[in-house]
């Protein structure tokens, strides 16, 4: 098993980027009232308490950078609507830098080197084994008590989206946090999860 890992980020930058989102949370929080240095459009922006832990658990695991900070500022306002209309990504992105946060960057268009796909690194000297998927590191990895209910032996084709998925579940599993994954019946809910619990070696019990 995979306990949630405890704060690694350097102690200042962590402090720093997570009075920086309290910040912007103030800053939204204050954005519908009159005279608002922010665009009209962040008005209809708002960051619940409990996102802004989530972000501020991102921040304080050294998982993310900065701006991949912001990015999970965006997925959290953004909320069930999936994605920002233009004049609100402008307006978050705006919030972001008057916070002193970078805004979150551009979604990938595949014009760009695809990502390395997940891998296991092992230690030579002490066996440890550490899972990554882009900037992301999660270990030790720990053998499983049931193996036989470790996810395998299935096709799953790495792709660059595919690997963008699996490094925000990783995130969001080494900070503890729960997830529910919204999408059409086969779009792949089931596959991303199990190839997640493959790399991690971790038990799936329905």
């Known amino acids: 098993m995979i306990s949630p890992l405890p704060a690694s980020g350097p102690p200042d ?4 980027v997570r009075s920086q989102l309290l910040s912007l949370f103030a800053m939204l929080g204050k954005a519908g009232a009159a005279g608002g240095a922010l665009p009209p459009a962040a008005a209809e922006l708002s960051l619940t308490t409990r996102g802004l832990l989530r972000c501020a658990d991102h921040a304080g695991q050294g998982l993310a950078a900065a701006e991949e900070v912001s990015a999970a500022v965006a997925r959290e306002v953004a909320g069930r609507r999936g994605a920002l209309s233009p004049s609100g990504a402008a307006a978050l992105s705006a919030a972001l830098r008057q916070s ?3 805004p979150p960057p551009p979604p990938d268009d595949g014009g760009g080197p695809p990502p390395p796909p997940p891998r296991i690194e092992e230690d030579a000297a002490t066996g440890e084994r550490t899972l990554v998927i882009g900037s992301s590191r999660v270990g030790p990895l720990v053998a499983p008590t049931r193996p036989e209910l470790v996810p395998s032996e ?3 084709h790495d792709s660059a989206a595919h690997t963008a998925c699996l490094e925000r579940m990783l995130r969001d599993w080494a900070c503890g ?3 529910l994954l919204l999408g059409n019946q086969g ?3 089931n596959k991303v999860t199990d190839r997640l619990l493959e790399l991690l070696s971790y038990e799936r019990e329905y």
């Open 100 to 102: 002193g946060l970078p």
């Open 154 to 156: 299935f096709i799953f």
């Open 187 to 189: 779009v792949g809910k």
């Open 13 to 16: 930058e962590v402090a720093a």
């Open 177 to 179: 946090h729960h997830m």
